[in-house]
């Protein structure tokens, strides 16, 4: 994913993160600062660099017309059965569709159920 990354940013300047990715990655570093002294160092020390990187690029917030998406994401989904324990990856998804964006993961199965949303896996 770090080359992926770095070719897109040298080729268009910045990537887009979304505001509930940023969320997600700053309450990972907040559960490793809890697990002892070392940990906690590295988890300030990778939090400072994720902030260096999302000052550098560009975060898209989570808005009305999102939210808009996301809830129809996830009422289409619950018609079919089909239920998010994450509701994280809506929201995301909510945002890149208000926003016309593909969503970038590793894990396309977290995503592969909504329809109308451009995946790619780096």
């Known amino acids: 994913m770090l080359s992926k990354t770095r070719q897109h940013i040298s080729l268009?300047?910045?990537?887009?993160l979304t505001i509930v990715t940023y969320y997600e990655v700053m309450r990972g570093y907040k559960l490793l600062e809890m697990q002892?002294?070392?940990?906690?160092r590295l988890a300030r020390a990778r939090q400072r660099h994720f902030q260096e990187f999302c000052y550098a690029n560009?975060?898209?917030?989570l808005d009305q017309l999102a939210c808009q998406?996301?809830?129809e994401i996830y009422?289409?989904?619950?018609?079919q059965g089909k239920y998010y324990q994450e509701g994280?990856?809506?929201l995301i998804a909510g945002i890149a569709l208000a926003n016309n964006c593909a969503v970038v993961t590793e894990n396309r199965k977290?995503?592969?159920?909504?329809p109308g949303?451009?995946?790619e896996v780096w």
């Open 12 to 16: 268009y300047g910045q990537l887009y």
């Open 36 to 40: 002892g002294t070392e940990m906690r």
């Open 58 to 61: 560009r975060m898209i917030e």
């Open 69 to 71: 998406h996301a809830a």
């Open 75 to 79: 009422a289409n989904l619950r018609q």
């Open 88 to 90: 994280t990856d809506i």
């Open 110 to 114: 977290h995503f592969e159920a909504i």
């Open 117 to 119: 949303l451009q995946v």
